[in-house]
């Protein structure tokens, strides 16, 4: 069964890799579910090229609030 969602939110630090590694095979799969990207450091580094690779948004948790989040999925 397929199923289709309107956002993900993902920890940058995943078990299997991180979610940059996630949300190129998302990409390449040609999936377009936007992604925000919760991480526990700033590096802007990484926010480039998860912005690059098609993420809607990347958040460090010491800023995230609920608010924070909606605005990122609006």
């Known amino acids: 069964m397929e199923r289709e969602f309107d956002c993900a939110v993902f920890d ?3 078990p299997d890799g991180d979610s940059l ?16 990207v ?4 700033g590096d802007e580094v990484v926010a480039v090229e998860l912005m690059k690779a098609g993420v809607a948004d990347y958040k460090t948790k010491r ?10 999925i609006r």
């Open 12 to 14: 940058h630090n995943l």
């Open 38 to 41: 919760l991480t526990g450091t």
């Open 63 to 72: 800023r995230f609030t609920p608010e924070s989040l909606a605005q990122s």
């Open 21 to 36: 590694e996630l949300v190129s095979a998302m990409r390449a799969a040609g999936l377009t579910t936007p992604v925000v």
